[in-house]
């Protein structure tokens, strides 16, 4: 993997306040999913705002593919283009009086032209789930769905690089779930998402490299199994262990046989548990059921979760979940999709997700994997036209 960000030994103080970083080393690749994870104070969001050139180090060197940052106005320009970034408080970032020209500010400055403009708005608006919305004052807009206003400006330039402090920070589960989603459908698009949480629970499932924060400097950065696994540095973080590994941690003090693969959801950890009790039996599992959304007719999906005796229902991706909703089709999962209709499965209950796109071949790869880790035999069921 290329390097797209690099961070050299980087120094900053807040004028008449702390020293909020106090030499931070460390790479950003490109396609990686990182977070970056620290108590509160412990330098996150200051760390966040010199990745796209908002605030500027007292010393030391962010590289950008490799090259020197420079803060002249045609770099910062640049940069700020290529890393978008997405405030905590969506009212920092929200400015215009309509959904529509607040989404509109980044393209129209980056000159777009009008058709640009407008073709780039729209896509933005309707990847976030919040087409319909254009006319709409900000200020009328419920916590989340700001939220998605703010990404969606983002979005419309079309960023590189996307990064969120405390993404899902002032909303409830499932608008911190659907949240959570939209990040992972961007990063299926290709982009490398950065975040700042001080949510271990969050972090640890979703990250390919965890960076821990502690006091203005990095105390260790590794995979989310490494780095959580090291009791000590996680507690000197004031931080806790996210709580599948804590039980986890129990069992095998208990005695129960290690796993090589660490749990990090609950269909994990359930697979750990019941592994040796499944082995030797003949057990009829549940399907899951896979519908492209790009592949079938509104109206459709429900006759099909009829006919098939569909018990549970996940939809992945704003177009899927759209879908669901033009058919008043009550989801399930929003979150967590896959896994949550493995453990359908195990439970001999037939499952749908309905999703499109890149997302499909990662149904498919799951499950698969699962299969082979678990010895298993899931079946997917995939829809198709008539
Ligand atoms: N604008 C500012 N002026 C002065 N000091 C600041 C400013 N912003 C942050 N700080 C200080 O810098 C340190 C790091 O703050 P920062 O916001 O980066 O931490 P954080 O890890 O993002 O915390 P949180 O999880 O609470 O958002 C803290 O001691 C904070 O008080």
């Not at 006919?307 to 549970?312: D, E, G």
Request: proline share 4%; net charge neutral; charged share 30%.
């Amino acid at each position: 993997m290329s390097t797209i960000l690099e961070l050299k030994n980087i120094k900053y103080k807040y004028p008449n306040g702390p020293e909020a970083l106090k030499g931070i080393n460390f790479r950003i690749d490109k396609g990686e999913k990182i977070a970056i994870v620290g108590a509160n104070g412990a330098g996150k969001s200051t760390l966040l705002l010199m990745l796209n050139g908002m605030l500027k180090p007292d010393s030391g060197d962010i590289l950008f593919t490799g090259e020197i940052f420079r803060y002249d106005r045609k770099n910062l320009r640049e940069l700020r283009r290529k890393v978008g970034f997405v405030f905590q408080n969506p009212d920092t970032q929200i400015i215009a009086p309509t959904v529509y020209q607040d989404v509109a500010f980044g393209p129209v400055n980056l000159g777009y032209s009008d058709d640009k403009v407008r073709s780039s708005v729209k896509e933005a608006l309707s990847y976030v789930g919040m087409s319909g919305f254009e006319r709409r004052p900000p200020h009328q807009l419920s916590g989340g769905e700001k939220k998605r206003v703010a990404m969606a400006g983002i979005l419309a330039m079309n960023p590189d690089i996307l990064v969120f402090d405390e993404p899902t920070s002032a909303l409830d589960p499932a608008g911190s779930e659907d949240v959570m989603e939209l990040l992972d459908e961007m990063h299926i698009s290709g982009k490398t998402i950065i975040i700042s949480t001080h949510d271990v629970e969050l972090a640890y499932p979703w990250a390919d490299r965890v960076v821990l924060m502690q006091g203005g400097r990095v105390l260790t950065e590794g995979t989310p199994d490494d780095v959580f696994h090291n009791k000590s540095l996680v507690k000197s973080a004031k931080l806790s262990i996210p709580v599948l590994l804590e039980l986890y941690e129990s069992l095998i003090e208990r005695g129960m046989e290690s796993s090589k693969r660490l749990p990090k959801s609950v269909l994990d950890f359930v697979h750990l548990l019941e592994r040796d009790l499944y082995e030797d039996l003949k057990i009829k599992y549940g399907k899951i059921h896979l519908i492209d959304a790009d592949n079938i007719e509104v109206g459709n999906i429900s006759q099909y979760i009829t006919k098939n005796r569909i018990s549970s229902i996940g939809a992945m991706g704003s177009k899927a979940k759209l879908m669901a909703e033009i058919e008043k089709i009550e989801l399930d999962f929003t979150y967590g999709v896959i896994d949550k209709c493995l453990l359908k499965a195990m439970n001999k209950k037939d499952s749908l997700i309905i999703t499109n796109g890149g997302m499909i071949k990662r149904v498919n790869e799951r499950v698969k994997c699962f299969n082979e880790e678990s010895k298993r035999n899931v079946e997917i069921i995939e829809f198709k036209k008539e």
